[in-house]
């Protein structure tokens, strides 16, 4: 008997699973551009065999995706599904998201389409208009992009025109340091290279040489970013009375900017101005200079 009660609830249930598989066994809602269908499971499924793309063929008519009613073009970006008859739309697309769920699974897999129209990004995607993409040579889009990324980590400046290849700043923003702020030249490659930021090239024996007593990090004189300031006595510990006077007696009083007369660490490497004469440039101090700097380096 107990037996009997079973099988006549299994046919039971399976009767309403039958009749009433949008109550029994549906996993969500369908879109609201599906409520003509709402209630008819068969018009996609096929029992025990899924979805087959024909069903959806049958309302979604490939060679009119895109197109409204009259065969007016509504959206190009969607015409690419001539080309993908053979595919399956339960790979891009899907349903039971609720009433405003997209029905469509993202990103794209770029690989189901056939390859007329995988190297032709333009057929779906309309060309960028910014100031960059006007100044690059090359139109083939894979040379920056991939089908699985548009950005990419690393830009190939070789595809820049020369013109736009000089002028950084009509894509880069001016940096905003104190430092670059005071410089005077607009060329970005007398530091730096299109294939890194960093390391640049920066001449700092222009303001301070180092030698074999000062190997230092930029933090070790330049506590902030401010580049404009430095400090000398992180390392170096003066008395400030003492260091004064030294200097006065020399007829130097503002000691503010050490490297403005101290340009490496070799303490005779002194560039000085005395009763109005400017002798930075002069040949006998360069000269001596530079003998003193390879005494220093010995």
């Known amino acids: 008997m107990k037996k009997i009660l079973i099988i006549i609830g299994l046919i039971f249930i399976l009767a309403v699973v039958f009749v009433y598989p949008h109550l029994m066994i549906s996993p969500g809602k ?33 060679d009119r995706i895109g197109k409204d009613t009259s065969g007016k073009t509504i959206n190009e970006k969607v015409l690419f599904h001539k080309e993908l008859q053979t595919q399956n739309c339960l790979s891009c697309h899907t349903e039971h998201k609720g009433i405003n769920g997209d029905l469509t699974d993202k990103p794209f897999n ?18 960028p208009t910014d100031g960059l993409h006007q100044n690059v040579s090359n139109t083939s889009c894979s040379s920056c992009h991939s089908t699985q990324n548009w950005k990419t980590d690393q830009f190939n400046h070789n595809l820049l025109s020369d013109q736009t290849l000089n002028k950084c700043v009509s894509c880069h923003e001016s940096p905003k340091d104190s430092y670059h702020s005071n410089v005077n030249s607009q060329n970005c490659k007398e530091c730096h290279s299109t294939k890194a930021w960093k390391p640049s090239t920066f001449d700092h024996n222009k303001y301070f040489v180092f030698d074999k007593h000062h190997k230092n990090t930029c933090t070790d004189c330049h506590e902030t970013q401010d580049y404009k300031k430095y400090t000398c006595t992180s390392c170096h510990e003066h008395n400030s009375a003492e260091l004064k006077a030294e200097h006065n007696e020399e007829g130097i009083f503002n000691i503010s900017n050490c490297v403005e007369c101290h340009k490496s660490g070799n303490e005779h490497d002194i560039i000085y101005n005395r009763k109005g004469k400017n002798t930075e440039n002069s040949k006998e101090v360069i000269n001596y200079m530079k003998n003193k700097r390879i005494e220093n380096d010995d």
């Open 110 to 127: 770029h690989s189901l389409l056939l390859n007329n129209n995988s190297n032709n990004c333009v057929s779906c995607h309309p060309s």
């Open 30 to 62: 369908l879109n609201t551009v599906h409520n003509e269908i709402n209630h008819n499971c068969t018009a996609c499924h096929q029992p025990f065999l899924g979805i087959p793309s024909k069903n959806c063929i049958s309302c979604h008519s490939i």
